[in-house]
């Protein structure tokens, strides 16, 4: 059964289409909240800070050997109370979101079966992973349903690497020691994926790591942080032209530029609260959310704010210290919080101060009592070389970000496009050479999280300033800003191979703004 192919003839017009798009929300201020529009629920909501936070649980391998350790996750559709009392339908990695948290040791291989008992197709992509390319989750290598037949599109059937029903991914892991996360990536149905509950955090950990001393064991939490929408039934609710996810591609109109909820969850929770010692925790912070941004603060602050630590390619070279941090979709930052500068008994929010209102909080701590504490965040982390950007034979590619029009075979629509262009699985914007360093110079419309998989970048600069607070270290993700000019350095290495770089705005990405590289 085709469908037919996705066959875009592209009139790009960047500011008049860019007018056309939706209703961005609180549009051109830079540097300011999201690129999207509120989707409001139907449901009833809870007041926030009456549930309790939940971790993830923790993926036993299925087996160890000489190979490594071997993984199964099953995805599937099952029932989950977010709401409290209320049931949800979502598509879990193991019937849950947040999907079970993998836990590996740099440089130890590791394999993941993925069993899709979905009633679509589905890809998995290991966010921030280096991971070689048939592994990787290319959007259109399907795994196809269990037992089901699906319409395929065209695009898939000609040039897809297909598997039925269970796919392995094998991943090296020759990467330090960092805060990974693991979603779908389907071509054109990321966004609904994802928001049904496509998600798990991936921890990788190593020596260097493990001998600083950090806060460890339950003193270390992983947040995943989202929106979302709920409609009256309980089911979540996200505007898709095609409800099945199998045919029409896209949101309908209005929400082209980004799908904003109204329903803050942290590892699945919505609003949740969270009892603490008073001792230091670090908090692996991820943005999982479709669109949204995040400007997170204590409040009340603690003297020395959040000190980050990490980010999305690992440790920093030192502590940074912040009274407030962006988060754009996609980006981790692993933090301490020093609970032991509050008198037990103080009731700690973590605030959005790029909402207000509901989407203005985010979760609590309750401190308790002082703990015993032998924690440390020494001055030095790790060591990160600058790049080389001056050789000679440095290539730098321009890659403009900006809303377009999309015309198919049947409508014409508002997309999103990578220098002019809709992403299509056979044209790449850039081939560069195994182990060349390139710099990329990112230009923007709108907010573009702009992800580049396989490896990490440093930031160079954002317009004429050098990089952002937000952008030190090895980053995965930079948040682009409405009307922003920044270049990155990338070192391509590791594999040959054909990837993809997009903008992680889910909707964005769903409509087109994602392209190829290969690494020759
Ligand atoms: Cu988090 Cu290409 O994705
Ligand atoms: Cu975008």
Request: with cysteine.
């Amino acid at each position: 059964m085709a469908v037919t192919r996705r066959q875009f003839i592209t009139g790009l017009a960047l500011g008049g289409a860019a007018a056309g798009i939706g209703v961005p929300y609180v549009l051109g201020v830079a540097g300011a909240t999201s690129t999207g529009r509120y989707l409001a629920s139907r449901a009833p909501l809870p007041q926030p800070f009456t549930q309790r936070l939940r971790i993830p649980p923790v993926l036993a391998p299925v087996r160890s050997d000489g190979d490594g350790d071997h993984y199964e996750i099953t995805q599937r559709v099952a029932t989950a109370e977010i709401l409290p009392g209320v049931s949800t339908t979502i598509w879990g990695y193991n019937g849950i979101f947040p999907g079970p948290t993998i836990e590996s040791r740099s440089g130890r291989t590791i394999s993941v079966t993925h069993i899709n008992q979905l009633p679509v197709p589905t890809v998995v992509h290991l966010h921030g992973g280096r991971t070689p390319p048939e592994h990787d989750g290319y959007p259109i290598d399907f795994v196809l349903p269990v037992g089901r037949d699906v319409p395929l599109p065209v695009y898939a059937q000609e040039s897809g690497d297909l598997s039925q029903g269970q796919r392995v991914h094998w991943y090296p892991q020759e990467q330090p020691a960092t805060t990974l996360w693991y979603h779908d990536h389907r071509m054109d149905f990321t966004g609904p994926g994802v928001w049904k509950g496509l998600a798990g955090f991936h921890i990788i950990r190593d020596d260097e790591e493990d001998a600083l001393g950090l806060p460890s064991g339950p003193r270390e939490l992983p947040l995943m942080i989202v929106d979302r929408s709920f409609d009256l039934d309980g089911s979540l609710l996200y505007p898709a032209i095609d409800p099945t996810g199998l045919v029409g591609v896209g949101v309908t109109d209005g929400f082209e530029a980004g799908v904003l909820g109204d329903v803050t969850l942290v590892n699945g929770v919505p609003w949740p609260v969270v009892d603490v010692e008073a001792a230091r925790y670090r908090l692996r912070l991820l943005n999982a959310s479709n669109a949204r941004r995040y400007d997170i603060r204590l409040d009340p602050p603690p003297p020395d704010g959040f000190v980050q630590i990490g980010t999305d390619g690992g440790l920093l070279a030192q502590p940074l210290q912040h009274d407030h941090i962006e988060m754009a979709p996609a980006q981790r930052f692993d933090v301490i919080v020093d609970f032991s500068a509050y008198q037990p008994g103080t009731v700690v929010t973590l605030v959005n101060d790029f909402d207000s209102g509901r989407m203005g909080q985010v979760m609590r701590f309750v401190v308790g009592d002082r703990a015993e504490d032998n924690s440390r965040i020494p001055d030095r982390l790790t060591t990160i070389e600058p790049l080389d950007t001056t050789s000679d034979g440095v290539i730098t590619r321009t890659m403009r970000f900006n809303s377009g029009h999309l015309r198919s075979e049947d409508r014409d629509r508002h997309g999103w496009l990578i220098n002019g262009e809709p992403f299509s699985p056979d044209v790449a914007a850039a081939r560069p050479a195994l182990d060349s360093v390139e710099i990329w110079r990112l230009v923007s419309d709108f907010h573009h999280p702009i992800h580049v998989h396989l490896n990490p970048f440093q930031v160079l600069s954002r317009g004429l300033d050098g990089p952002g607070p937000y952008d030190i270290g090895w980053k995965d993700t930079i948040d682009l800003r409405p009307f922003e000019n920044a270049a990155i350095a990338v070192r391509f290495d590791g594999f040959r191979g054909r990837y993809v770089f997009h903008c992680h705005n889910l909707e964005h990405e769903d409509m087109a703004m994602m392209s190829n590289f290969v690494v020759t």
